[in-house]
């Protein structure tokens, strides 16, 4: 059974930096597309950054240069450093994973961790 857990969120002020951490069993990260997603207050949920089974990374254009997805070399993890934090970025995180490349919907997700960024 898949299981995704996120951890890391918290409240901190614009400028600011978190580290979320997606902690998976049952399956084996580098084996899939893993995905950053996030949904703010009373927006759609948006993918922030995703990491292909070649290496591959892509980033939302509201993200790049301040974001950085990751993952583990020993640990079934995957990570989401956040630097520059703004209020804007104030949403749900969540890790998902897809299939073998970035394509399609996501097969399973984690619950999620809150990051609130105050001005």
């Known amino acids: 059974q898949v299981q995704l857990v996120e951890s890391g969120g918290g409240s901190v002020q614009a400028g600011g930096s978190l580290r979320l951490s997606c902690a998976a069993s049952g399956l084996t990260l580098s084996s899939y597309c893993m995905v950053w997603f996030r949904q703010g207050p009373g927006k759609e949920r948006e993918g922030v950054a995703s990491l292909d089974t070649d290496g591959t990374i892509r980033y939302a254009d509201s993200v790049k240069g301040r974001f950085t997805i990751s993952r583990g070399s020993a640990k079934n993890t995957l990570y989401l450093q956040m630097n520059s934090l703004k209020p804007e970025d104030t949403a749900m995180y969540s890790c998902?994973?897809?299939?073998?490349?970035?394509?399609?919907?996501?097969?399973?997700w984690g619950q999620g961790t809150q990051v609130t960024v105050s001005s």
């Open positions: 998902a994973r897809k299939g073998r490349y970035c394509v399609g919907n996501y097969l399973d």
